[in-house]
DNA sequence: TAAATCGATAACCAAGGAGTTATGAATGTG
DNA sequence: CACATTCATAACTCCTTGGTTATCGATTTA
């Protein structure tokens, strides 16, 4: 039951304004925290704040320049959630196999 | 700003107790509440109430027989979590073509 | 240098939600 | 019929967390 790598991820977009922020990273690339609290709905803290898990999460990089902060996804993070998702379609397609099998098996 | 399909799959899957149970449903397919607590780790009620969420969000089924309740997983509700993670990383794949575009004609 | 901008942090608050126990309705079993 | 089992619901508690305002250090700019 160690932190297993997905735990971190779902929790971290389960919100929906830290994933506002997370996707418009994906779709326009690097942000300061300026322009992203400019469209976040929230106060510049809260943008920071969200940034901070995000970056904990390794779902975002920053880079300093100066005195503002460039934000950009750090997009192959995701993978644990595909993995994730395709483990739990392949465990229902194994069993859906095993059923088939059976019943094929019983047909003969 | 409708609600997103996938918005509510993030919200819930983020908790361990309830992605615990989807998994196990998953794994081994159709069980009933008590199979379920039994390894869940919290009480009775509480593996009623995640069900109960999970099926809102259209991730578990439930079959009724006799006084039993039968719950098994609906993996085809994951999609909208595919679907999104592909959006995510075609976002940024696309906007690294750009780059890739913009470099090959600054090199001609 | 003085003023403005950027962004992180602290301190606080309110709401949501995950857990509990208690209970009851429905079904099965002796 | 009496008892046990299954599971959902209600009522409650408590902790987490997302939001706020206030502030401050670090930079630019006038």
């Known amino acids: 039951m160690t ?13 929906p304004t830290r994933r506002g922020i997370f996707e418009r990273l994906c779709r326009e690339g690097e ?3 300026v322009a992203l609290t400019a469209r ?15 970056k904990q ?3 975002v990089r920053d880079r300093q320049e100066g005195r503002r902060t460039h934000y950009s996804a750090r997009i192959d993070a995701l993978a644990p ?23 094929k098996r019983m047909d003969q």
């Open 3 to 15: 932190q297993q790598p997905h735990e971190i991820l779902f929790r971290t977009l389960a919100d």
């Open 31 to 33: 942000q300061t925290v």
């Open 40 to 54: 976040a709905g929230v106060s510049q803290p809260a943008v920071s704040k969200h940034l901070g898990v995000l």
């Open 57 to 59: 999460a390794g779902l």
């Open 81 to 103: 959630l595909t993995d994730w998702t395709k483990r739990m379609t392949g465990f229902w397609q194994s069993r859906f196999d095993d059923l088939e099998d059976l019943l």
